[in-house]
């Protein structure tokens, strides 16, 4: 027993007059807690991915150095709307005066203006006035039907072997006359007013048995009475 105390004195007195012994122990104890935590530490901690179980890298295309020019896309017209064939107006029901009603064309047509007709051209009647050896005396009877005053020009054919000696407008101016080729032709001097009348008379001497023109016409429409 007191040999045990003895050993416990000395290392008590070999400890206080060697500190850094101590200061040694305690380091060493601290790096041995230090591991064990560590270890502990690790067997808690949850199995991470390594590096062989990760996916591997794709390479990828390097980016142009400069950005492809897109053309132009030419976008769809757009179209019209499609329409149901079906009418939203009522169909025409009949009006009060119980004539069906017009539907909406016949109401939005207009008739087309038409000209006015012309005015009727003046008009010519032919008769022999007084007859006698070697020719007669003929007429033609001149009416203007229209509402204003109207020129007018008479035309004769004369038969072969016949002259006009003389020709002349009863109770109005005169007019003038020209002979061509056995075509009498006589033009008003002055207009026949509307709804007036004038003779136009003529000497026409023949020779052969044929008295009268083959033809007669006012403004080319042909005389009647011939």
């Not at 105390?5 to 380091?27: Q, Y």
């Not at 030419?74 to 149901?84: N, R």
């Amino acid at each position: 027993m007191s040999g045990t105390r003895r050993r416990s004195s000395r290392a008590a007195t070999a400890l206080a007059s060697s500190p850094w012994l101590l200061v040694a122990t305690g380091v060493v104890v601290m790096v041995v807690l230090l591991v064990v935590a560590l270890a502990a530490s690790r067997g808690r901690e949850p199995e991470t991915a390594r590096p062989a179980d990760l996916p591997a890298t794709v390479a990828l295309p390097d980016p142009p150095s400069s950005p492809a020019s897109r053309a132009p896309v030419a976008l769809p017209a757009p179209g019209a709307p499609q329409l149901t064939p079906r009418r939203s107006d009522p169909p025409p029901g009949p009006t009060p005066s119980g004539h069906p009603a017009s539907s909406a064309a016949g109401r939005d047509a207009r008739p087309e203006s038409t000209p006015p007709p012309p005015p009727p051209p003046v008009t010519g009647r032919y008769r022999v006035v007084n007859s006698f050896d070697g020719g007669f005396i003929g007429e033609v009877l001149l009416a203007n039907a229209a509402a204003g005053p109207r020129p007018w020009t008479v035309r004769l054919v004369l038969p072969a072997g016949s002259r006009v000696a003389s020709s002349w407008v009863e109770g109005a101016p005169q007019g003038t006359s020209r002979m061509s080729d056995g075509v009498f032709t006589y033009t008003s001097g002055v207009d026949l007013d509307g709804g007036a009348s004038v003779a136009l008379r003529f000497h026409l001497e023949h020779t052969g048995e044929n008295t009268r023109p083959s033809e007669c016409a006012v403004d080319g429409a042909a005389c009647a009475g011939l």
